[in-house]
């Protein structure tokens, strides 16, 4: 069974941070409670001891979607104890390379709350001075504290990401609030932005008054969508797929040139397959062939650290078809292109033989022009949120929910 909806608290939703959709295969709907805490545990250890372990990413989710808030305080304690049972199942060498702070946590937190977590990731995890660079508040539509916001830049971050609301926010209060975020030394501004026919006369304007690095395109279909894409072209922007678009010096625009753009359960990276660790209620996490949620409702998780045991509440581990599916959407999402050979070399299959039905679709795709067969890679020439998102559905066995 997947998350237990019995709870006198609001409705589960995915943390924010998740990328929607084709991150997470298979889907939340494939996750059972048979799977707990101790199965986490067994795939961090194989993760450890592998001979290059994969690099690590972490985001706090701030549980603030329950009917009753936790506070500040409250938060910050569930959070430290939770810090040290993750900080002692991975090795102290292996260097925290991406940190997300999401909601509540970036926008309320005081200064002393904000120390006092960087001082305990500094206790439970090797913290990287390169990977700085890609630590990132995750503020939806709130605004920071000033003040803790300038300590959150001095304590490392360097990048802030915005959501914009088409018809509420005007370019000139979405400009203050970009400006006092550069203000306090923040490096780059994303903007996750929903492709309304209404605001597509003001883009122009938006993208000259915050210069954002990135804009990523929410999921509302409609004619819209390939306006905004053109303004975005024409204004300078890349459109690496799934609608994110970002600038030609932009990290992960530099990645997909070199071929090192990757995706993974918080979207594209330039980590190669990195360990994601969830922490705080209904944090997803996904290790190896492995993903887990912890336990959504907050006093049940915080009762599970009260008790010292990981707030594990479910999961699912991925049988080899499943992985092999998963491999392929990455490489669509990523790569623009099914490497057909090495998938063969790499899983012992013939590629259309093991694949038949996907493609025979794969023709009728190739006569729309959205994809190119050879005889070692089929090569994707489409980049939109829509085409992407059908090409890896037609690698979907589970007939997972794709929103």
């Known amino acids: 069974m997947g998350p237990s909806n019995d709870t006198d608290e609001a409705a589960f939703s995915l943390p924010l941070v998740v990328e929607e959709p084709c991150a997470l295969y298979p889907g939340l709907e494939a996750f059972s409670n048979e799977y707990d805490a101790d199965d986490y545990r067994g795939w961090v250890e194989q993760s450890n001891g592998d001979p290059l372990p994969a690099p690590l990413a972490l985001y ?72 700085r660079s890609s630590w990132c508040l995750c503020l939806g539509a709130q605004s920071p504290i000033p003040a803790s916001l300038s300590r959150l830049v001095q304590l490392g971050f360097a990048a802030a990401r915005l959501e914009v609301a088409p018809g509420v926010d005007r370019t000139d209060t979405l400009a203050s609030r970009v400006g006092m975020l550069r203000e306090a030394g923040l490096q780059q501004i994303f903007l996750d932005m929903e492709p309304v026919v209404e605001w597509l006369d003001q883009l122009a304007g938006v993208l000259a008054a915050t210069v954002p690095q990135r804009v990523r395109l929410g999921a509302r279909t409609g004619a819209a969508r390939a306006d905004y894409a053109e303004l975005l072209s024409q204004q300078g922007y890349r459109n690496i797929g799934l609608d994110w678009f970002v600038r030609p010096e932009d990290p992960l625009s530099q990645a997909q040139d070199a071929g090192r753009l990757h995706w993974s359960l918080l979207g594209y990276t330039a980590l190669r397959d990195p360990d994601v660790i ?4 209904g944090a997803l996490s996904s290790v190896g062939e492995w993903y887990g949620m912890n336990e959504p409702r907050w006093q049940r998780y915080r009762s599970l650290l009260a008790q010292d045991q990981l707030p594990v509440a479910c999961g699912v581990e991925l049988e080899p078809d499943d992985a092999l599916r998963r491999e ?71 007939g997972v929910s794709w929103k």
């Open 278 to 281: 969830g922490i705080g209620p």
């Open 328 to 398: 392929i959407m990455h490489m669509i999402l990523a790569d623009a292109c099914i490497r057909v050979s090495a998938i063969e070399e790499k899983w012992g299959i013939g590629f259309h033989r093991f694949f038949a039905g996907e493609s025979a679709q794969l023709q009728a795709f190739e006569r729309q022009g959205w994809v190119e067969q050879g005889d070692d890679a089929i090569r994707v020439l489409v980049s939109s949120r829509d085409s992407l998102t059908a090409l890896c559905r037609l690698f979907d066995r589970r």
């Open 60 to 131: 706090i989710h701030d549980g603030r979607s329950h009917a009753r808030p936790p506070s500040a305080a409250q938060q910050l304690q569930a959070v430290e104890q939770e810090l040290r049972l993750q900080g002692r199942l991975f090795d102290p060498d292996r260097s925290l390379q991406q940190l997300i702070l999401a909601g509540s946590i970036a926008s309320e937190w005081g200064e002393e709350h904000l120390e006092r977590l960087i001082l305990l990731l500094q206790n439970s995890f090797h913290l990287s001075g390169d990977g």
